[in-house]
């Protein structure tokens, strides 16, 4: 299978406003020889970048540059929903699967993600949107929406205090409460959201400010390592050789493309997201969408909703629109296993979002909303958790990658643990990256069978 990503991606609204370093190449060719190279500039390798620079000597800092097949931060990144938070869901499985004391570290990691952005946002002045909110999980399946709430009025009895910013709503007045007609309970959590793409791009401009290099549309091809203790590792890229003394793999869906040991993995799967525009006629007298959702139709289907301050709403999953065939994910399938996010999982998806919205938005039932633009690549592990530190059987090459999804939940302090371990030489359980989270040789044979070799 060929991981290169397709020249014409589908046009994501996020990008609609290109920044000034979109295409910008810091020279003609890739630079010979460099401390770090990272491969991706989405919100991973560009937060990498940006806490290993910020916390180097001005004196010492180590050169990098950051390489990008396509545009700067094209990728998953400028393709999310634009909101952080927890879903109950989530919570319930971790909690189920790890235990109490890892669902509270779960809930502290989720606070500090928000901190953490909103910290770089304030202090670099970064103009993006970022707002602090709130978010309801939305359940319209009553069985699903029982389970949940029996679990965390059970949790919450016994006095846990990470539960104590997160309530359940249900009632006569839930509909008045949230916003949203038709559900039979929902889940109130902090979140943030913001414009992604805004985030990273003006945090790149600051990278590249502290000293870093930056070579967009340069395709890497390969790498060569020896895996000798000190020998470089050699990226080969559309723009020449560059010799790294280290590499930090920050490309998500794309990662086995150069690390064949993750192609059974990380595995790439197409989503798909779309900007809902309610006719501006109806606009003004529409009811202002103050929380961002997840809209939880049964336990297996849910899609996720961000408002914007224009009045158009980011409407993504569509899970639920997809043929029984097509909804696994997996198999023979064309969602499963694939970089190309230049086509839509169909143009149905996009409809039922718009139509969804006009049925359960009050104020919306005469919208005569449109679909502005929709656009789909996400990486998925087997185990649902990202894959994060030393690459096995190296010394010097690090990876950050498979957010399932949920990347912007994830990275932002996962990437100060990830320069402290590129740029001081720290193991992993030394930084604040749970450890469940830490790519290993044993996860690496937890492998999708249904990719063959």
């Given amino acids: 299978m060929n991981f290169t990503p397709v020249p014409n991606p589908t046009a994501s609204y996020w990008l609609s406003e290109p920044h000034r370093l979109a295409s910008f190449c810091s020279s003609a060719a890739v630079p010979e020889q460099v401390d770090i190279a990272i491969v991706g500039t989405g919100l991973a390798g560009v937060a990498t970048a940006y806490h290993i620079l910020k916390n180097s000597d001005p004196q010492k800092r180590p050169s990098i540059t950051l390489i ?39 809930v502290a990691w989720s606070e500090a993600q928000r901190h953490c952005l909103q910290k770089i946002a304030e202090e670099e002045g970064i103009e993006c949107e970022f707002q602090v909110r709130r978010s309801f999980d939305m359940f319209f399946d009553e069985e699903h929406a029982a389970a949940l709430k029996s679990w965390l009025t059970a949790r919450q009895k016994e006095g846990f205090t990470w539960l104590n910013d997160m309530q359940w709503v249900e009632g006569p007045y839930l509909d008045r409460i949230t916003g949203v007609k038709g559900a039979v309970g929902a889940f109130s959590s902090p979140a943030i959201s913001l414009w992604p793409y805004k985030f990273v791009t003006g945090l790149l401009e600051r990278v590249i400010e502290l ?114 065939d097509d909804r696994s994910g997996k ?76 990347g912007m939940l994830l990275i932002p302090t996962m990437t100060q643990g990830i320069a402290k371990m590129v740029a001081q030489g720290e193991e992993l359980e030394d930084t604040n990256i749970p450890a469940q989270f830490k790519t290993t040789e044993a996860r690496l044979s937890n492998i999708f069978t249904e990719i063959s070799e």
């Fill in 68 to 106: 990008e097949a396509r545009d700067a931060c094209s990728g998953a990144t400028a393709r999310n929903g634009g909101h952080i938070k927890i879903k109950l869901e989530s919570l319930k499985g971790w909690y189920d699967k790890h235990g109490v004391d890892a669902a509270a570290e779960l």
């Fill in 211 to 324: 000293g870093a290099t930056l070579h967009t549309n340069t395709p890497v091809e390969s790498i060569q390592n020896s895996n000798t203790e000190g020998s470089p590792v050699v990226l080969s890229t559309s723009r020449g050789e560059v010799r790294a003394t280290k590499v930090v793999y920050a490309s998500n869906g794309y990662v086995a493309g150069l690390l064949p040991q993750y192609r059974r993995v990380i595995v790439p799967i197409l989503g798909q997201n779309s900007r809902i525009v309610p006719n501006q006629a109806t606009l003004d007298r529409l009811p202002t969408i103050a929380t961002t959702f997840n809209f939880h139709y049964s336990a297996a289907w849910v899609d996720y909703l961000n408002p914007r301050p224009d009045g158009a709403v980011i409407h993504g999953g569509g899970g639920r629109s997809l043929a029984p």
């Fill in 331 to 406: 198999g023979l399938n064309s969602r499963f296993n694939s970089v190309d996010d230049s086509r839509l999982l169909n143009d149905q998806v996009a409809e039922d979002f718009r139509a969804f919205d006009e049925q359960h938005f009050y104020g919306w039932e005469n919208s005569e909303a449109k679909v502005g633009s929709t656009w789909t690549v996400m990486g998925i592990t087997t185990d649902g958790l990202p894959h994060a530190g030393r690459v096995p059987g190296t010394s010097n090459q690090w990876i950050l990658a498979g957010f399932n999804g949920g």
